[in-house]
């Protein structure tokens, strides 16, 4: 695939947010293909929402904490049918809308919408969802602020739609679905590049926590089975004498104001960077916390955070991250702060050791999981026998560990810069193709031909795919 080229020939609109668009392809009112749907008392089918980035799914697919509450009388939800538009009215201004793919019903807050046989339902679950139709619904969308908007069809029925012949659509989509699969094929290989590499940083950890630095130093059995052979000089220690504290997080309301006392930032699970062993303050959200609990739950430079509870079972809690208390922050109820004896403790030599505990399994044993809840216990897991170097030896060893990470963490940082330029590339490039910016109908033939003679990305290198991509963007 090469360059896309534009199309022959374009004609104005009046549209701000478009100024031209292919000749051949029509402008039209949602109203010209769409109208109102509600079909209620359906109350054997499943429930779907309508989710943000992901479009129409049932409602069990949702693992996230839910706000809303689904009623227990579903008389009046509405039916969904394939092909159906749904959006949420009080969130369309967001982009919580989609073209279902199921049969279900939804919330009777919910707009559903039958579609023209004009329309390609792949082609409309894409377009419906860029951000130049989402800004069309934020307008339309009546309200006090930005937490709820509410979107009508007697506004929704005059939002503009671009609509290419029906042929096209489909090559659109056909196209789209090879270029989807290519990226998601690359992202996959990058971040399994990121996974070795993540790999290679904890065996580097785990070697330096258990043997230290010097390869001449005289052994002795561990007594313990993950730590093997140990510096015969090392100290054996309970984990929980190494903190001054265990602390639990705490609870509250998550808010948007700053401008209130009670408020502060909360850190979570969610705000771990395990590539740094940090937080991230970019995800970082605002909970109402009482005064008391603020100083008593605050974070100072050298805390640790436990990761004792959490959904799934993917990746086992018990990841440990470093506060550089460069912020005014507390943690969150799923966390545990431990605030190490820094008189005897380097508080990174225990970042990392804890770590390594995680990454090397060995506090499966201490993990219990109910309802799909994992649990952490925390007595189990601080009564844990260690063996610790003195503290000048700890401090060797994590300026030792800084180094041998600078090159791990520069190669790091390129593989996921280059997962979110593909991202945004991607984005880029479907705005482009569902706005006629580009004239994709000769490489999606190309495309058709090369799955004839049984082309496939499967059969494509992940250099292969690199190439083709990097070819589009210039």
Excluded at 250 to 255: A, E, H, L, N
Excluded at 356 to 382: C, M, P
Aim: a neutral charge.
């Amino acid at each position: 695939m090469s360059a896309l080229p534009p199309y022959p020939a374009y004609k104005p609109t009046a549209i701000p947010w478009l100024q031209q668009v292919p000749e051949h392809w029509e402008f039209l009112p949602f109203s010209a293909i769409a109208r109102i749907k509600s079909v209620t008392g359906q109350v054997q089918r499943q429930l779907l929402s309508v989710y943000l980035n992901r479009g129409v799914i049932p409602f069990t697919d949702v693992a996230e904490k839910r706000t809303n509450v689904t009623s227990e009388d579903l008389s009046r939800y509405q039916a969904v049918d394939p092909g159906d538009f749904v959006l949420n009215n009080q969130q369309a201004w967001r982009g919580s809308v989609g073209v279902s793919k199921h049969s279900g019903i939804v919330s009777p807050a919910y707009l559903v919408l039958t579609l023209s046989d004009r329309v390609n339902p792949d082609y409309a679950n894409t377009l419906f969802r860029q951000q130049l139709m989402v800004d069309q619904y934020m307008v339309c969308s009546k309200g006090v602020g930005s937490i709820q908007r509410n979107l009508y069809w007697p506004s929704l029925r005059r939002v503009s739609v671009l609509l290419p012949p029906v042929e096209e659509q489909a090559l659109i989509v056909r196209y789209l679905h090879a270029l989807d699969a290519k990226v998601k094929r690359y992202i996959r290989a990058k971040r399994n590049l990121i996974a070795r590499l993540q790999e290679q940083k904890q065996a580097i950890i785990q070697r330096a926590v258990t043997r230290g630095l010097d390869p001449n130093v005289k052994l002795k059995s561990s007594g313990v089975e993950w730590l093997g052979e140990v510096p015969e000089h090392w100290e054996v220690v309970r984990l929980r004498t190494a903190f001054l504290s265990v602390d639990s997080g705490v609870w509250g309301v998550d808010v948007e104001r700053e401008d209130d006392e009670d408020n502060v930032y909360c850190m979570r699970a969610a705000d771990f960077d395990m590539q740094t062993y940090s937080l991230n303050p970019a995800k970082r959200i605002l909970r109402k916390v009482n005064v008391f609990d603020r100083k008593r739950k605050s974070l100072i430079k050298g805390d640790l955070l436990l990761e004792k509870s959490g959904g799934g079972d993917a990746v086992p809690v018990g990841r440990v991250v470093y506060a550089d208390g460069a912020l005014p922050m507390v943690f969150s109820n799923f966390l545990t702060r431990l605030r190490p004896d820094q008189r005897r403790f380097d508080a990174k030599y225990l970042l990392y050791l804890l770590n390594t505990l995680h990454g090397s399994r060995v506090i499966l044993a201490d993990i219990k999981q109910t309802t799909g809840l994992q649990n952490l216990d925390e007595r189990a897991y601080l009564g844990r026998t260690i063996l610790m170097p003195k503290l000048d030896e700890q401090r060797l060893i994590v300026a030792q560990l800084d180094r041998d990470f600078e090159k791990v963490n520069q190669a790091m940082t390129i593989v996921q810069r280059d997962i979110q330029l593909m991202q945004e590339y991607h984005t880029r490039l479907i705005a482009d193709v569902v706005t006629g910016a580009v004239d994709l109908r000769a490489a999606a033939q190309a495309l058709a031909e090369d799955q004839m003679i049984g082309r496939s990305d499967d059969q494509m290198t992940v250099e292969e795919i690199e190439t083709e991509l990097n070819e589009e963007t210039e």
